[in-house]
């Protein structure tokens, strides 16, 4: 491990910047798409005015059931220099995107001590396809902009003495996190693992010193919980389940996020995973995630920030994990922050692997163990980005978007019935009311489904 005083390089900063940059600064020449872009840009008027009036709205109203008002500011702020150009708004994506690898190279060395785990975590972070649907998606700006926050926060709390000023920090940085998007409650969660797990603090004296936050969180939560008991979108099939059938399905989608961030192939912007006939499976995820537990409370007292990737991994996704009934079992952009865990446990392992044999190995042997680590880690780098690469122009606009999707999930009525508006909006109309007759006959749509068409 390195030393903790030894700098991030300068060409480590430029080659992450430049990477993102590669991946995603194509975006700039997208359109805008028919999936909530149209609520968020195209016919809200709280981004199209800096009257009072305005102002308040964006300050107080929801928008798609969801408070998130730094996040429409920063829409606001997006329509005033560009108009309805969609280019502005996706290179401000971008740069947020560019913002967050920056932060988690920050925190990961800060977390770790190690260059190479924070510059493999951070290029993995900002390369990967998975995170394609947050970037290249002008409405999932509030991803983007809470993720920023989210990490700031982190990045002023969790260390090993935090000070008086950094604890002001933390909770300045989470209520922005907070007014960008409601994921940000689990922050104090995190937080209070961090000092249970590593700093070897009583229970009760790190529950105490989350009190402020949690109180922040729960007063958000209150004013988000009531927009979001309507339902409009996505896919709800799901909705009727139990606790016990969501748990099972919860335990095989988290089993395909790992997968689709080990091996990302057939994304789509949606998907309708089985929600039945699958115990199989869930039997299997159970013993696999049980075990990994297992190893990672085993290891906790040399490596705690094992088990805190783990836990961060489960929190960030909990609110997502449909215990709270949403519209959508699982999605791409679900995995924008969780994905850190990941890299940072790969990154982490492949380093401890090799430096576990070069600890007394002759200086040639250190210089190829060396040369493998960085070998490995820039071939997997490499790779992610040629994926993206790939998958990207999918987002280029709605056709391309609802396009994929039917070759995917030809199945979903939501699917169908957004490829009907995309065929209407370019003229299309009696290709657009076949899509239509498709998702009432071959899709079994539900009855809000039906309102829809």
Known sequence: MESEQSRFPLIAWISLIVAGLTAFWPTVWFDFVNWDDPAYVWYNDLIKSWSPASLAGVATETVTRNYAPLTIFSLLIDHTLWGMNPSGYHATNVLLHLINGVLV??????????????????????VHPVQIETVAWISSRKGLLSASFML?????????EPRAADDGWYIF????????????????AIVLCYDLWVRR?????????????????LLLLLKTMGAQNTILGGVRSHMELSLPQIL???????????????????????????TSGIWLQVLAATLAWGVFAGL?????????????????????????LNFFRIT???????????CISVFGLLAGGLQRLLLAGERHAED?????????????????????????TLHLPVWQNSMSLWTHAKTRQPDLAVVRIQMAWTLHDLGQRREGIRELQRALTQCNPDQLDRQRI
């Open 105 to 126: 190279a920050m925190l990961m060395r800060q977390l770790t001590g190690s260059r190479f785990v924070a510059w493999v975590t951070a290029a993995l972070f900002l």
């Open 248 to 274: 099972a399905v919860d335990m095989t989608i988290l089993s395909r996020y790992i997968g689709m961030l080990l091996w990302p192939a057939n994304l789509c912007v949606l998907y309708n995973p089985p």
């Open 173 to 188: 940085w989470l209520i922005a996190a907070l007014l960008s998007k409601a994921l940000a409650v689990v922050l104090p």
């Open 328 to 338: 959508t079992l699982m999605n791409d952009r679900y995995l924008y922050l969780p």
């Open 364 to 388: 040639i042997v250190r210089l190829l163990t060396r040369s493998a680590k960085w070998t490995a880690a820039l071939l997997a780098v490499g790779g992610a980005l040629q994926a993206t």
């Open 296 to 320: 990672a409370w085993r290891a906790r007292q040399n490596n705690p920030l094992i088990w805190i990737a783990l836990a961060s991994f489960l929190l960030l996704l909990f609110p997502v």
């Open 152 to 160: 700031a926060a982190l990045i002023a709390r969790l260390r090993p």
């Open 201 to 217: 603090q009583k229970f009760s004296d790190a529950l105490v010193r989350q009190m402020i936050p949690g109180t922040l969180c």
